[in-house]
């Protein structure tokens, strides 16, 4: 099994540019979630989906939309990149017991 | 709202030497609590987790446990490895109506040297 998958692993926009950070999971989990790292900051929640077909905002959601294409993928899209959103993205799943099963991240300059 | 504090880093240390990381906690409710660590370039891993209080969690050597009436959940171990060199993140979960959402405290930089 890959666990949980991310694409892709870097990439750099200009400010304005948008583009779609892909993940999926090959474990049948229900929930799936988006978080961004920066540093001293620790893991904040962009948006999570509890099961298929429904999303949520967490902390920090603002410029960002998510789109849970089906069980196993749950896409994350920046419409407009700033500057501000230059970070590593992680998405993980759960199998409803609180573990989450994080993916490798994506780095993501904006320039 | 609930929130995670645990120690700031870094923390350098000697290999064979003892660690301790310091997690306190602060939730309605009875939550979930977690370590997970980070090693460079990859994404988390579950260390260990313990749900319900004075359960002990332990793997890899490391262990912590749930102590309610301290509301901590201090990570411990008795003697580092270079290859323990990560970020540490405490967090804890739920339970919120069904939802899943871990809260994590700000991780913290271990660097163990030979």
């Known amino acids: 099994n890959a666990g949980v998958t991310q694409t892709p692993k870097f990439q750099v926009l200009k400010t304005g540019q948008s583009m779609t950070l892909q993940c999926a999971q090959d474990m049948n989990h229900n929930s799936m979630y988006w978080y961004r790292q920066d540093p001293g900051m620790g893991l904040r929640l962009i948006y999570y989906s509890a099961s298929e077909g429904t999303t949520d905002k967490g902390e920090v959601p603002n410029g960002y939309n998510v789109s849970r294409l089906n069980k196993r993928e749950f896409s994350l899209r920046l419409e407009s990149a700033a500057p501000s959103q230059t970070s590593v993205y992680f998405c993980?799943?759960?199998?409803?017991?609180?573990?989450?099963?994080f993916g490798p991240g994506t780095r993501l300059l904006v320039l | 709202g609930d929130s995670v504090t645990q120690m700031e880093g870094p923390v350098t240390l000697s290999e064979e030497a003892f660690l301790t990381i310091n997690c306190t906690y602060t939730a309605t409710g009875y939550p979930s609590l977690f370590w997970y660590v980070q090693y460079p370039g990859e994404g988390l891993q579950l260390l260990l987790k313990a749900t319900k209080a004075d359960d002990k969690g332990s793997n890899k050597g490391f262990e912590a446990t749930y102590r309610k009436e301290t509301t901590s959940f201090h990570l411990e171990k008795g003697s580092v490895q270079v290859s323990d060199s990560a970020v540490y993140f405490c967090a804890l979960s739920g339970p919120w109506g069904g939802s899943e959402k871990l809260v994590f405290g700000k991780g913290t930089k271990l660097t163990v040297n030979p």
């Open positions: 993980a799943s759960s199998e409803g017991r609180g573990t989450q099963y």
